[in-house]
């Protein structure tokens, strides 16, 4: 057996048919996919030569994040203009595999820095790992949820 191929499999039979990666497919208390974990999880896929999964993966972020556009909005509205957010300005960390929040929102603390490039999620916002969801894609633009640096 194959420690490396044998995790690979592991995770993509784990992987939801929506893209997301479920944290315990087999256990009811976390049929439930976080943010964070999952970007790591995207990065080792990607990193594997498994691009389709990781692929999947993003694909579901932006629906997810889509699925959340105005507060999105708002809270990029408030970073923008040096405002600090409350709790519940904040992005959920949990959510179901077909994207819908359940609870858990991200309210401080500092996540892991992968180092990967940035992922367009529409014309508007980008997502960089170690700096989260930005506006305009450039320079000044506000962060959202994520850790410091990259």
Known sequence: MNLHTSSLDIIRAAQAPSGAYVAGPTFSQYQYAWLRDGAWTAYGMDCAGQHDSARA???????????????????????ERGIAPAGDDYLPTRVTPDGAAAGQAHVGGQAPQPRARTVPLDGRHS??????????????????GGPAGA
């Open 57 to 79: 993966f993003y694909t579901w972020v932006g629906r997810t994040l889509e699925g959340q556009r105005g507060r999105v909005d708002r809270l990029l509205d408030k970073l």
């Open 127 to 144: 997502v960089r790992a170690g700096r989260g969801v930005r506006r305009g894609g450039g320079a000044g633009g506000g962060v959202a």
